[in-house]
């Protein structure tokens, strides 16, 4: 049996008294079936697998099937960690980009309706009106843009229409 410190993070599957299914916070996958902790909760009143909740367990690891990396680890003992019990594993850092790749700053992932909207607010040099036009004209309304939208799209994306350097023609309905 080994011994580790982990920080509770994602409960995948959560069956009181039965079977508990977690992630700690370095992305270990865990399990539990001892009644004693699945059933139990802590004095605040929450289940003893809660996420962010720190914890000593004494584990076993199951040999790795069905072609996988790494067994299962089964828990067999649980017991509140101190403050100052050091993680056995730190926990996984977020992942950041490189570049904007289609992220904002805050590293949430931009739908592709706010990548339209953006480069068609970059196409029409900010003009919010112009910007709506070329849109719309790319989800589908082409008597939308003004001749002038579509020749600056042309420029700002450095292509011509008889290159086929764009995905579309702006002359076409298509």
Known sequence: METAVIKIGEVDKYTQGEYAHFRDAS???WNCNKSEYV?????????IFTPGRKLKVAYN?????????YGAKW???????EDSDQLTWPDREPY???????????GEFRTP???????????????IE???EFYAWILGDFKAPEEKVVERAIEVLDATVEDDDIPFDPGSPF
Not at 39 to 47: E, F, I, T, V
Not at 61 to 69: H, I, L, V
Not at 96 to 106: L, S
């Open 75 to 81: 828990i067999n003992e649980v017991a509140p960690a």
């Open 130 to 132: 112009k910007a709506k």
């Open 96 to 106: 950041v980009p490189k570049g904007n790749g289609g992220f904002k700053n805050n």
């Open 27 to 29: 992305g270990k996958a």
């Open 39 to 47: 059933r139990n909760a802590q004095s605040d009143g929450k289940p």
């Open 113 to 127: 309706e706010q990548i339209m909207r953006g480069q068609a607010l970059e196409i029409a040099e900010g003009d």
């Open 61 to 69: 690891t199951a040999e790795p099937k069905d072609g996988r990396k």
